[in-house]
């Protein structure tokens, strides 16, 4: 099935580092969406972007609607052990969320 | 208020058999979407309903199907299960449907197939 490309698949940090991740469509999308998956349950919705060049920020999630609409990005500042999860990245049709395959964080204390 | 609830949350099957899956929208929400999401990948969509009507369909085989009843509730069904349908099924609802309506997932099924 149509999938986003995610990048990094994972990634390995210190607790108060810094993280980065973002997600590229060979289609445009009218709405960028990234949510957070915690083992055995459903994705949780971090932020939701409806504007291309929108920057959005929740706490300390800051995401960006690309300008082109095929691309967004998703920063984490001064990662705490509840971060640890899995990143999704979507992109919103009519009808359907496109999904990235994700990104694993992990965090060492 | 109560969010996105899905039943049962584990399932185990034999292949051939049949499965159904049950999920309430959140109060006021009128569009059911389904999406199976198999271990190490990201969701991919099945179904979406709004108003009891199929509004758009994922590349999945005719055996499986939905709908919608009329207090917008919805139920995924699984004919002839294969091993490969293992996986979350994850239901999400949403007020309408668009590219603005934002879709709130439910804590999934998780349907084995043996």
């Known amino acids: 099935g149509q999938q986003l490309n995610q990048s990094p698949q994972s990634m390995f940090i210190q607790e108060g580092e810094d993280v980065s991740m973002n997600c590229t469509s060979s289609?445009?999308?009218?709405?960028w969406l990234w949510y957070k998956q915690d083992p055995g349950e459903g994705p949780v919705l971090l932020i939701a972007?409806?504007?291309?060049?929108e920057l959005t920020s929740n706490g300390r999630l800051t995401a960006q609607f690309g300008i082109t609409r095929k691309d967004s990005f998703l920063n984490i500042s001064a990662s705490i052990p509840s971060d640890v999860g899995i990143y999704f990245c979507?992109?919103?049709?009519?009808?359907?969320?496109?999904f990235g395959q994700g990104t694993r964080l992990t965090i060492n204390p | 208020d109560a969010g996105v609830t899905q039943s049962p949350t584990h399932l185990i099957k034999t292949r051939g058999q049949q499965v159904t899956l049950r999920c309430s929208p959140i109060?006021?929400?009128?569009?059911v979407s389904w999406y199976q999401q198999v271990l190490g990948q990201g969701p991919q969509f099945i179904f979406q309903?709004?108003?009891?009507?199929?509004?758009g369909r994922g590349n999945f085989p005719d055996r499986f199907s939905a709908r919608q009843f009329p207090n917008y509730s919805s139920e995924l069904n699984v004919n002839a299960l294969l091993l490969g349908d293992s996986a979350l099924y994850l239901c999400?609802?949403?007020?309408?449907?668009?590219?603005?309506?934002?879709?709130?997932f439910g804590p999934g099924t998780r349907l084995t197939v043996l």
């Open positions: 999400a609802s949403s007020l309408q449907t668009g590219h603005t309506d934002t879709q709130y």
């Open positions: 289609s445009i999308f009218n709405t």
């Open positions: 972007l409806y504007k291309a060049g």
């Open positions: 979507a992109g919103q049709g009519a009808q359907k969320l496109v």
């Open positions: 109060s006021g929400h009128k569009s």
């Open positions: 309903y709004y108003e009891k009507e199929e509004r």
